[in-house]
């Protein structure tokens, strides 16, 4: 694997990650969970994305490496714990990326009043074009996630155009209905909006230059920012209690009643949202794999590169045979896979 990302495409890709099909729903989660003060549950955790975004980008830049989390985990506690790190996120990749393409097409059959059947058809057709986006390489993958991130971003700051001028400050009041605890419960519900940024960590070693990490980094940082304070100060504005009770509160904030091009529009969205997030999951989990792979924790099969991608590394892939020298003596007492 060779670095061939710059900044743009870089950029792209952490904000493709982060916000993903879950921008479409959280906002209005928050909002039925806290009130108004979900604004404080979102002040509170985009603080945290923000640390968490710049101590990943020092780390990618200072030790580039497709292994990610579990890399720098090596570096500081050492093999064992990095093989657990790394197996937790490896594993973790196919859950979420099945459950990001089930909560998209759920939204795009709602959207168009379709049945059940129906969201489980496109679900299946999304994850199809993930993973063959990901077979022609990172590199096009990346071109294609630029485009997609600039209509995304477009469509986010369209919603937050047109639903501004309706922001009502009497919804803000009462502003704390369920106290306390109700904005723990929307801290937990958030917690979603802010993952993301341990898949692109494994990305770190596909840049051109190591400063470009940091520079995507601040990039996607200050547009996650913008578009989820705008999307939190509308839903709470403009929706207030109502946000709740739609399965589609982004096409409320597009128009005070349902329309076609309103239903499609937000169909769209769907989609372009799921499909650009597991672009980037499945890219890092693949290079997450082959880093496992190389470090003796899986199969050394996973580790197959041609043309500069993982072939056998995919998190959705079956594992080959275990092979008879693997894994190596050193490992033997501790590995997972130990006869």
């Known amino acids: 694997m060779t670095g061939g990302i710059g900044t743009a495409r870089g950029t792209a890709l952490c904000v493709g990650a982060v916000l993903g099909p879950g921008v479409l729903v959280l906002p209005a989660m928050a909002v039925r969970a806290a009130g108004p003060a979900s604004l404080l549950a979102w002040a509170a955790l985009l603080g945290v994305s923000a640390l ?23 570096r500081a506690f050492g093999d064992r714990a990095a093989a657990v790190v790394g197996c937790w996120l490896y594993a973790a990749v196919p859950a979420g990326v099945v459950a ?10 709602a959207a168009l009043h379709a049945s059940s059947a129906v969201a489980v058809g496109i679900a299946v057709a999304l994850l199809a074009v993930v993973y063959s986006a990901n077979l022609v390489g990172l590199y096009l993958s990346a071109r294609v996630q630029l485009v997609l991130t600039g209509v995304l971003v477009g469509l986010l700051v369209a919603v937050v ?10 919804r803000i009041t009462p502003f704390a209905p369920h106290g306390i605890a109700g904005i723990g419960s929307a801290v937990a519900v958030l917690f979603v909006a802010i993952c993301g940024w341990e898949a692109t960590a494994s990305l770190s ?28 100060v509308c839903t709470v504005g403009v929706l207030g209690d109502e946000a709740g009770d739609t399965a589609v509160p982004l096409m409320r904030l597009l128009a005070p009643s349902d329309r076609p091009w309103a239903a499609g529009v937000v169909a769209v969205a769907a989609v372009l949202f799921t499909v650009a997030a597991t672009v980037t999951f499945v890219a890092a989990g693949a290079r997450a794999g082959v880093s496992l792979a190389r470090h003796g924790v899986l199969p ?40």
């Open 52 to 74: 968490i975004a710049t101590s990943f980008a020092a780390l990618g830049a200072r030790y580039p490496d497709a292994g990610g989390v579990a890399a720098f985990t090596r």
């Open 100 to 109: 990001g393409a089930i909560a998209g097409a759920r939204y795009t059959a």
């Open 161 to 170: 155009t047109v639903a501004g001028p309706r922001v009502d400050l009497e």
């Open 205 to 232: 070693a596909e840049f051109t230059h190591p400063r470009q990490v940091r520079r995507a980094a601040d990039a996607s940082l200050a547009v996650i920012v913008v578009l989820y304070t705008g999307l939190a």
């Open 300 to 339: 050394a099969r996973l580790a197959v590169i041609r043309g500069g991608e993982p072939r056998r590394a995919s998190p959705c892939r079956p594992a080959p045979p275990r092979s008879s020298r693997w894994p190596p003596p050193g490992l033997r007492a501790w590995s997972p896979w130990r006869r």
